[in-house]
Each structure stands twice: as structure tokens, then as C-alpha cells.
């Protein structure tokens, strides 16, 4: 069966750190790969999907980047975080035409 | 424009009152249309894929429709441990490439008194 991993749970970094939050897919090849975020009491916005290894459509310009290096790694990073970078981060896969499912998600906040 | 609106933002009901929570959406060809339901502080738990109009899948005490340009979940007689957020997703179909991002709407708060 597929499992979709997703770490930290929790983040807490100062504004002006670097950011890097991971992962990765079990049980599964090529999968579309996300991550979307989740702002208090909003509803998953779009930042990042790839379809394959080294393909990564940027949904919203903002301070964020995001890098698949290999099949099943999704990896979303920022080089300076700043104070709205805050919120719930969650990692999704799906295969073409199907529903996606969902890591725990990471809440980050920027302090 | 959001391509998926769902309606109400937020609903309270008592144990046992039967409603309906409306998600309608505006992609010119849909691929697919998925219902989740989110607890706090978790990632979205995947309940049904709707493919076509006419379609209907359920679960204990949901029942998830469709039409062409929107979709319902009908919660019949809930119990207090259906409390959380509903969320609407939807595929768009493209033939012209690859593009199979999955597009969310806002959710439904529910909230079930005993």
C-alpha cells in the first residue's frame, strides 16, 4: 500500500532563516507530486506540483521554492522566511486522473 | 474567479438534523471532483471521487452527488463525531498537456451538537 511521509510536524524559525521541509512517497511510481498551504480557518491554496522528476508549475509567486530530485521526494524550501510564510503545510501525491491523498502536514511558524 | 466555491462557510447542527453542504465549480472540463474531510491540526482524509454528472457515492451517513456544474454531500442524521471541515477538490481536464493540479475550494465547517 502507499504511504506518504511528511516532516517536521511542527516548525518554529526565526524571519531571515532558511527553510527546507521534506517528502517523500512509498508505494508508488511517478506520482504527481504537491504542496499546498493552509492559512487559520482558510482552505488549501496551491503552491507547487510537479509531474516528474525535475518538473515543478509554480502556482503563486512568494518566497518559497520547491525541488523534486528524485521520483518520490518533494521538497519545499525558502532561502529567507518571512513572518506571512507562516501557516499549515501539507504534502500531497495522486496518479493522473484519481484523488490525492495527504501527508500530516507541517505547521511552520515564523517568529 | 475561484474555480470551486463551496457553500456555507460554516454549519451548525443538532445530532440527528439532516442537511447538505453545496460545492459548485467552473472548470470547463472536469476529470474529476473529489470530497475530503479535514480535522484540526491534520491533513485531509480522501471520502469520494465523483467522475460524472448523475454520479453518487456513500459512506455510513454521507452521500456525495453530482451535477454539471456542482456537486453536494448530504449528511443524514449526524452524530457529533461527524464535526470538521468538509472539503471540495476538483481535476481539470487538459488534452493539451499534462495538467492534473488538483484545485481546492474553502470548505464547509460543520459542527454537530449532541
Known amino acids: 500500500s502507499q504511504t506518504i511521509h511528511q516532516w517536521p510536524a511542527t516548525l518554529v524559525q526565526p524571519v531571515g532563516s532558511p527553510l527546507s521541509l521534506e517528502c517523500t512517497v512509498e508505494?508508488?511510481?511517478?506520482?504527481?507530486l504537491y504542496w499546498y498551504r493552509q492559512a487559520a480557518g482558510r482552505g488549501l491554496q496551491l503552491l507547487f506540483y510537479s509531474v516528474g522528476i525535475g518538473q515543478i508549475s509554480s502556482e503563486v509567486p512568494q518566497n518559497l521554492s520547491a525541488s523534486r530530485p528524485q521520483d518520490r521526494q518533494f521538497i519545499l524550501s525558502s532561502k529567507k522566511l518571512l513572518l506571512s510564510d507562516s501557516g499549515f503545510y501539507l504534502c500531497?501525491?495522486?496518479?493522473?486522473?484519481?484523488?490525492?491523498?495527504f501527508g500530516q502536514g507541517t505547521r511552520l511558524t515564523v517568529v | 474567479e475561484d474555480q470551486v466555491t463551496q457553500s456555507p462557510e460554516a454549519l451548525r447542527l443538532q445530532e440527528g438534523e439532516s442537511s447538505s453542504l453545496n460545492c459548485s465549480y467552473t472548470?470547463?472540463?472536469?476529470?474529476?471532483l473529489f470530497w475530503y474531510r479535514q480535522d484540526p491540526g491534520k491533513g485531509p482524509e480522501f471520502l469520494f471521487t465523483l467522475y460524472s454528472a448523475g454520479e453518487e457515492k456513500e459512506k455510513e451517513r454521507l452521500k456525495a452527488t453530482l451535477t454539471k456544474k456542482e456537486s453536494f454531500l448530504h449528511i443524514t442524521a449526524p452524530k457529533p463525531e461527524d464535526s470538521a471541515t468538509y472539503l471540495c477538490?476538483?481535476?481539470?481536464?487538459?488534452?493539451?498537456?499534462?495538467?492534473?493540479?488538483?484545485?481546492f475550494g474553502k470548505g464547509t465547517r460543520l459542527h454537530i451538537l449532541p
Open positions: 500531497a501525491w495522486n496518479q493522473l486522473s484519481g484523488e490525492a491523498f
Open positions: 472548470v470547463s472540463g472536469l476529470r474529476g
Open positions: 477538490a476538483v481535476q481539470e481536464s487538459n488534452f493539451m498537456n499534462r495538467d492534473d493540479k488538483i484545485i
Open positions: 508505494g508508488t511510481s511517478n506520482p504527481n
